[in-house]
């Protein structure tokens, strides 16, 4: 399977493409979205991480902005340069001139049927304007695997809204109705699988690019929030689901999306929700992958 990577990095989105570029998923192109920061920051920010994974792929910059309303960055959390402020090389290779959903529509429509896996890290708004503009290209996607939403648990951008969803909840409610092969992991899932201390010094161990860039990551993740000890790794979810299903429990949800503040709720669509994992399984097919 081919795969498509659309992402806001985002201290949790680096992590999750290193592991990606490095683990061999065969990726043919990085998307990316206003989200954690604004778009010419979450932008450069792939490149950085492309270059920390000795990798070059085409990056199509996209949505600068969530369809209604204004972009609302995460600074807090991610720092002002979305890398935590740690230091990655400056990146050769500048974005492509073709714009994200441009470029998602031409490599949907050029393989087969199915043929494109799409992972979400972010706001879903590239996604939901591809669905807009080009109604029977998105019906050529293969399955969708997007890390957002909060079910039992609360949320982390208002009392049940998950921030993916809730910074674009319009966006969010196109995808979810589309009737896509769509999996979402949220916020239940993702909070079970942490990075502490102890996996940090593990990543070093390593001694390779990849682990030592996430170990750096994860620790200005704890930087943002020194009264936690560990963090969740919300957005590795992803291609870590890719990789190894079966160390997740998936269950069939009929949900749809609050158009205002992002929540779900229940509706009409049938969409798979990854609810529970194998943390210490998973952690340990990370750092695996990260240490190629
Ligand atoms: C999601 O929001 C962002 O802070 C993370 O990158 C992740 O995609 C978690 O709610
Ligand atoms: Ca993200």
């Known amino acids: 399977m081919t795969i498509i990577i659309d992402t806001d990095p985002g201290i949790d989105d680096a992590i999750a493409l290193l592991y990606a570029l490095r683990s061999g998923q065969d990726i043919v192109a990085i998307t990316t979205v206003a989200g954690n920061l604004g778009l010419s920051v979450t932008t450069g920010n792939a490149a950085r991480v492309l270059a920390v994974a000795g990798r070059d792929l085409p990056i199509h910059a996209g949505a600068d902005a969530p ?22 090389p400056e990146p050769a290779t500048p974005s492509s001139t073709i714009g994200a959903v441009d470029a998602m529509i031409d490599l949907v429509n050029t393989h087969e049927p199915g043929a494109i896996t799409l992972f979400c890290l972010g706001p879903l708004t590239n996604l939901a304007q591809l669905i807009d503009m080009a109604p029977d290209c998105a019906k050529r996607l293969g399955r969708v695997i997007a890390m957002g939403g909060a079910l039992d648990e609360p949320g982390n951008a208002g009392a049940r809204a998950e921030f993916n969803l809730a910074h674009d909840a319009h966006a969010a409610d196109i995808v979810l109705s589309a009737g896509l ?18 996996y940090v010094a593990a990543l070093r161990v390593a001694d390779r690019p990849a682990a030592a860039a996430t170990a750096a990551l994860i620790e200005a993740y ?8 560990s963090r969740p790794l919300h957005d590795p979810c992803v291609p870590l689901y890719y990789s190894r299903p079966e160390l997740f429990e998936v269950e069939t949800r009929l949900l749809s999306v609050d158009r205002l503040t992002g929540a779900l709720e229940a509706g009409p669509n049938e969409i798979k929700v990854a609810m529970k994992l194998d943390a210490s399984s998973l952690r340990d097919e990370l750092r695996r992958g990260l240490s190629l």
């Open 67 to 88: 369809l209604h309303g204004d972009a609302k960055p995460e600074i807090g959390i991610h720092g002002d340069d979305g890398l935590g402020g740690v230091a990655f």
């Open 222 to 229: 704890f930087d943002a929030s020194t009264s936690q000890k």
């Open 181 to 198: 092969d769509l999996t979402l992991i949220p916020l239940d899932a993702t909070r079970q699988i942490r990075a502490d201390a102890d």
